[in-house]
T-cell receptor, first 114, second 114 residues
Framework: NAGVTQTPKFQVLKTGQSMTLQCAQDMNHNSMYWYRQDPGMGLRLIYYSASEGTTDKGEVPNGYNVSRLNKREFSLRLESAAPSQTSVYFC?????????????FGSGTRLTVV | AQSVTQLGSHVSVSEGALVLLRCNYSSSVPPYLFWYVQYPNQGLQLLLKYTTGATLVKGINGFEAEFKKSETSFHLTKPSAHMSDAAEYFCAVSSYNQGGKLIFGQGTELSVKP
């Protein structure tokens, strides 16, 4: 099925460990995003990539890095995980057309840092 | 900067009753407005969106929302709640000059009592 694929779905890390969350889309969208979801705070933008070759910080970028590997793939890296990064992470892609913004979300990665 | 405020983190209604979830936004330019639904342990699904044109927008599953510029509101309604409507609902805002970024509200959890 067309859409946004995130891996892994679940992960437990120890404080200080590193990991990369993977995201791939097959809709030929130009823009891709990483959000984190925490109870009572909605979704907050971590980083985004408006087009292949560009990345920009969002609202909560500290402790994260991203790579737009190609048009399809946008990865999120935690270099030294902290308990505050326990969250559900969503990747999304979008295209802006005459009708406005069309977003597609992945199913999420549930990360626990102990 | 754009922002979204959802009034009420938790709303409870009886099956068959009116559903009203409140959303107010702030934007210095004409907004694009969205409602998303998230069922437990799933990603976000678009319910409806307003970009331009008719201010009353109909979405999936019998939901609709009305864009009221004078009140800076985009409340979500459904005439008769169903048990399957129990989920978390997110209001979000964007605009043509935001590079495709979506700004989310804090979310409202809807409970439906039999």
């Amino acid at each position: 099925n067309a859409g946004v694929t995130q891996t892994p779905k679940f992960q437990v890390l120890k404080t200080g460990q590193s990991m990369t969350l993977q995201c791939a889309q097959d809709m030929n969208h130009n823009s891709m995003y990483w959000y984190r979801q925490d109870p009572g705070m909605g979704l907050r933008l971590i980083y985004y990539s408006a087009s292949e070759g560009t990345t920009d910080k969002g609202e909560v970028p500290n402790g994260y890095n991203v790579s737009r590997l190609n048009k399809r793939e946008f990865s999120l890296r935690l270099e030294s995980a902290a308990p505050s990064q326990t969250s559900v992470y969503f990747c999304a892609s979008s295209e802006i057309g005459w009708e406005g913004l069309g977003y597609t979300f992945g199913s999420g990665t549930r990360l626990t840092v102990v | 900067a754009q922002s979204v405020t959802q009034l009420g983190s938790h709303v409870s209604v009886s099956e068959g009753a009116l559903v009203l979830l409140r959303c107010n936004y702030s934007s210095s330019v004409p907004p694009y407005l969205f409602w998303y639904v998230q069922y437990p342990n799933q990603g976000l699904q678009l319910l409806l969106k307003y970009t331009t044109g008719a201010t009353l927008v109909k979405g999936i599953n019998g939901f609709e929302a009305e864009f009221k510029k004078s009140e800076t509101s985009f409340h979500l309604t459904k005439p008769s709640a169903h048990m399957s409507d129990a989920a978390e609902y997110f209001c979000a805002v964007s605009s043509y000059n935001q590079g495709g970024k979506l700004i989310f509200g804090q979310g409202t959890e809807l409970s439906v009592k039999p």
